[in-house]
């Protein structure tokens, strides 16, 4: 006799579980699909288990073809769950046999060879036959479970080999606990084969999966008519080189000043109504809000953009009703074609939000096209932040040297200092590559400090002065100067190395002065400290004479393009703007000459100083040291 009375509730448990689970979106990801298949293998594998034990229970003589029928969706539906735990723990780890063709078919023979067995059963009763008593086990049973163990066993050491890829302890515990709890299981079932109890410890597996990976809540946003960030970076991570989607970003226009007209809360009712809007329309996208009035819709490849961003101009024309105003937004558009990117899912996501945010500051009907080139231009950025990472870490920024010459003696009187990192494979990375990504990244002051502290041990070692070398120039970046503690840094290096900080000459550029009260207080306290200051680049940006008068500068470098335009077009503007530079006490130099001709001119008007490719390129400390000892 057959013990049913754990099935029943497990099933009905299961069940619920399963209703509410179907109810809410879920993201199409592996290991969402499994997970479904997961649940509904085993509903069956409950439902025939029990139908089949309750008709060998009562009346087995009449229904020996029912027999053979539930019992062999039965032991199919047996295998099929041991595959999708496994199957699911690949998943999560995200392990993809997929490429291995040999491995992934030899994952998936026993299930074969499994259900082959069971459909050859009736003739051969290997697994299990039916006589005039009822169900009866077979010659060859023990199939069933060395199928069983062989999944829980590649299931365990997959998971052993690549736990550390789940990086939430939570998620290693649950993932253990889901595979244990079949394991132990199966045991119960060797060990009392008439109680049906394996179903209940299935069903403590699937609920500590679904605790951990499937709570369909940490995917979904306003109200669960979007998914939301982590979704798509899962998606698109996932996706990888096999997506394939037209992208449409949506972006609200000024997205913080509308914050802070309508309030917060009333501006997060507005989204939860757009998220139900473009949930209802593009029923055929998969719909993601990216928090701060993004929007990024993933249609097929043939989506027609170009009507989607007619139909969203339509309606973002009138307001969307709250319980208190009426309330009108405008927004930007993105569009990208993602099919077969080679790219990371980091790079993706980036260049989509760095779109999306230039989208939401323009807030205009054309949208911006996102091209390939973009992505690959993030690609090489990410890189290159790698290299600088390794860099600034490893203390391995370089010094270069540029000598700077004196016009009328011809000698090198100083030099700019300008940095360099290497690589992988030591070729060197320009700064104009490096230094605006160690800006955003906020790495700028140690790069700068480094770079200092390098100088610094320079002057110290070599003592540049017995080499006629009276200064060295050192770059400053705007936001290094936003640092209120610059100058007192500076001044803790200089006396490590016991220099003078006359030597250090630092150049800053006209747009680092826009916020003129502060910045005339940090380039005091520079000053105070003994550091010198120099203007650089003039003639990029506009310029506004009686600020730079009212900046402590000794010198003032005409930046390349000025000089190559006063070349070619030789005038009296320039004599004329040197001369006056140098009746307000400036001493001028000349950047970008490259040959004598440049020199030439640049002397005759008036420059004190040239820099440039005819005297040196930038050379290394060593080669420095070697031309000008
Ligand atoms: P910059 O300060 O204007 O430096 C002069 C740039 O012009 C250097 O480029 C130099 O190699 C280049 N140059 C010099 N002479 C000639 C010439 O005759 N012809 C041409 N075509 N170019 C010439 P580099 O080294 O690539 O540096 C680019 C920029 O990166 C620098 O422009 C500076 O703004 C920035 N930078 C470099 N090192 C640092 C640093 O340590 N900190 C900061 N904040 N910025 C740095
Ligand atoms: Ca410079
Ligand atoms: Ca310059």
């Not at 403590?204 to 946003?221: K, M, N, R, Y």
């Not at 306003?222 to 899962?234: C, I, Y």
């Amino acid at each position: 006799m057959w013990n049913i009375s754990f099935a029943y509730p497990t099933l009905l448990i299961l069940v619920l579980f399963m209703v509410f689970y179907m109810s809410l979106p879920r993201l199409p990801i592996r290991r969402n699909r499994v997970f479904v298949n997961l649940v509904l293998i085993e509903v069956l594998c409950i439902a025939t288990d029990i139908v089949s034990s309750w008709v060998d229970n009562h009346d087995p003589a009449t229904h020996v073809f029912l027999l053979h029928i539930v019992n062999g969706v039965y032991f199919i539906t047996f295998f099929l769950r041991s595959f999708s735990i496994y199957s699911f723990t690949e998943s999560v780890l995200m392990v993809n046999l997929r490429d291995n063709k040999l491995l992934f078919a030899l994952t998936k023979l026993p299930l074969v060879l499994g259900t082959i067995c069971v459909f050859i059963n009736p003739i051969t009763g290997w697994i299990f036959y039916i006589d005039e008593t009822g169900y009866r086990t077979g010659t060859h049973y023990g199939i069933v479970y060395i199928i069983a163990f062989f999944y829980s066993f590649i299931s365990f050491s997959t998971f052993a080999v690549f736990r550390k890829r789940l990086t939430r302890r939570r998620y290693r515990y649950c993932l253990w606990l889901c595979n244990m709890l079949i394991l132990t299981g199966l045991i119960f079932r060797i060990a009392f084969p008439t109680y049906l109890l394996m179903h209940t410890f299935c069903l403590g597996a699937i609920f500590s999966l679904s605790v951990a990976f499937e709570d369909p809540e940490t995917h979904l946003e306003l109200h669960g008519t979007m998914f939301n960030g982590r979704a798509l970076r899962d998606y698109v991570e996932e996706k990888g080189s096999r997506m394939e989607h037209m992208c449409l970003g949506v972006t609200v226009f000024k997205y913080y000043d509308m914050r802070d007209v309508y309030g917060t809360t009333q501006m997060d009712t507005c989204l939860n109504l757009v998220g139900k809007y473009m949930a209802q329309t593009f029923n055929k996208c998969l719909g993601f809000y990216y928090r701060k009035g993004r929007f990024i819709l993933l249609g097929p490849l043939d989506m027609d953009v170009e009507a989607a961003v007619k139909e969203l101009e339509r309606r973002f024309k009138s307001s969307w009703k709250t319980e208190n105003a009426d309330i009108y937004l405008n927004v930007g558009f993105v569009t990208a074609k993602l099919d077969h990117y080679k790219n990371s899912a980091d790079t993706v996501l980036s260049t989509l939000v760095r779109a999306l945010n230039e989208a939401g500051e323009k807030g205009e009907s054309t949208p911006i096209e996102v091209s390939s080139e973009e992505f690959e231009k993030t690609e090489r950025e990410t890189d290159i932040k790698r290299c600088l990472e390794n860099a600034i870490d490893g203390d391995a920024v370089e010094v270069f040297l540029q000598p700077i010459i004196d016009s009328e003696t011809g000698r090198a009187v100083g030099a700019e200092v300008l940095s360099r990192i290497r690589d992988a494979e030591g070729q060197i990375i320009p700064p104009g590559n490096f230094i605006s990504i160690a800006e955003k990244s906020g790495r700028i002051n140690e790069l700068g400090e480094q770079i200092l502290e390098k100088t610094c041990k320079f002057i110290r070692d070599w003592e540049p002065e017995k080499a006629g070398i009276k200064w060295i120039n050192v770059n400053l970046s705007p936001v290094q100067l936003m640092r209120l503690d610059l100058a007192d840094r500076f001044e803790d290096l200089i006396n490590k190395y016991e220099i003078d900080p006359d030597l250090i000459h630092l150049e800053i550029t006209e747009e680092t002065i826009i916020e003129a009260e502060f910045m005339s207080k940090q380039t005091d306290a520079l000053c105070d400290k003994g550091f010198k200051l120099v203007l650089d680049d003039y003639g990029t940006g506009y310029s506004n004479l009686a600020r730079i008068k009212s900046f402590p500068f000794i010198n003032i470098k005409l930046d390349k393009s000025l000089v190559w335009d006063y070349v070619e077009n030789p005038g009296f503007i320039i004599p004329n703007m040197i001369n006056s530079f140098k009746n307000m006490g400036f001493s001028i130099t000349a950047e970008g000459i490259e040959d004598e001709n440049m020199a030439d001119k640049m002397r005759e008007a008036g420059c004190d100083f040239l820099q440039g490719f005819l005297y040196s390129r930038p050379i290394s400390v060593d080669e420095f040291i070697e031309k000008y000892s």
